[in-house]
């Protein structure tokens, strides 16, 4: 996808480490334990971006020399969603720096032959309008399934929605964005396009099961 045909909700995590690591996890023959690792590392570092404007207030502290007031994030806690099985991958490392989180769930499976979503868990924080929300998903394909789970998300209230994905293609990242442009889209790559079956080309294969050892 040319740079020109990129929408502005789209950040490309392109830091040297996300990309060393995400070629690790292209690699089939790296092993399930260390695809886990590597997503955890990587989801950290994508964690790190898309909580920069988080936004902030003052609180008076005193340090072991002085009074001061110093900066505190604002309002109630953010909630990270996982788009089950695979979004669990990147839920994990965004925890290690932001052990506060409200967590939240949404199950959904892609129907093989339409490649619609299928929900089957939904169970969100109740005060969700009140927070941040910080969707996770390893794979941005067809984009159907994050679209849904988004919409699922603002029915409920929720008002501040961030995506975050390890790889997205042109297909999904256009969907998201026509359908919820208010919603930035946080990735490491965006890649060549979708194959007949909707996976990511060249991508990495099933995220789920390269975490899991299912397949």
Same mark, same amino acid.
């Given at each position: 996808?040319?740079?020109?045909?990129?929408?502005?909700?789209?950040?490309?995590?392109?830091?040297?480490?996300?990309?060393?690591?995400?070629?690790?996890?292209?690699?089939?023959?790296?092993?399930?334990?260390?695809?886990?690792?590597?997503?955890?590392?990587?989801?950290?570092?994508?964690?790190?971006?898309?909580?920069?404007?988080?936004?902030?207030?003052?609180?008076?502290?005193?340090?072991? =020399? *002085?009074?001061? $007031?110093?900066?505190?994030?604002?309002?109630?806690?953010?909630?990270? !969603?996982? @788009?089950?099985? %695979?979004?669990?991958?990147?839920?994990?490392?965004?925890?290690?720096?932001?052990?506060?989180?409200?967590?939240?769930?949404?199950?959904?499976?892609?129907?093989?032959?339409?490649?619609?979503?299928?929900?089957?868990?939904?169970?969100?924080?109740?005060?969700?309008?009140?927070?941040?929300?910080?969707?996770?998903?390893?794979?941005?394909?067809?984009?159907?399934?994050?679209?849904?789970?988004?919409?699922?998300?603002?029915?409920?209230?929720?008002?501040?929605?961030?995506?975050?994905?390890? =790889? *997205?293609?042109? $297909?999904?990242?256009?969907?998201?964005?026509?359908?919820?442009?208010? !919603?930035? @889209?946080?990735? %490491?790559?965006?890649?060549?396009?979708?194959?007949?079956?909707?996976?990511?080309?060249?991508?990495?294969?099933?995220?789920?099961?390269?975490?899991?050892?299912?397949?």
């Amino acid at each position: 996808m040319a740079e020109t045909d990129l929408p502005k909700s789209l950040v490309v995590v392109d830091h040297p480490l996300v990309l060393h690591k995400l070629t690790l996890m292209r690699d089939k023959n790296t092993p399930s334990a260390v695809f886990r690792q590597l997503l955890r590392e990587i989801s950290l570092l994508l964690a790190y971006e898309v909580a920069r404007d988080l936004p902030m207030t003052t609180q008076t502290i005193e340090t072991p =020399l *002085a009074e001061m $007031e110093a900066p505190i994030l604002k309002g109630k806690k953010l909630v990270i !969603v996982s @788009i089950l099985r %695979a979004g669990n991958g990147l839920l994990e490392g965004m925890l290690d720096l932001m052990p506060s989180a409200r967590i939240g769930h949404i199950g959904l499976y892609r129907d093989p032959v339409t490649l619609q979503p299928v929900e089957y868990y939904f169970k969100v924080p109740a005060d969700i309008e009140e927070r941040p929300v910080i969707v996770v998903d390893p794979m941005l394909a067809t984009g159907n399934s994050t679209s849904y789970a988004i919409h699922k998300l603002k029915e409920k209230g929720a008002k501040d929605v961030r995506l975050v994905c390890l =790889l *997205a293609a042109p $297909e999904g990242v256009r969907r998201v964005a026509s359908q919820h442009p208010d !919603v930035p @889209i946080y990735t %490491a790559a965006v890649d060549r396009c979708l194959n007949d079956h909707g996976y990511i080309v060249p991508g990495l294969g099933d995220a789920g099961d390269r975490m899991f050892g299912t397949k």
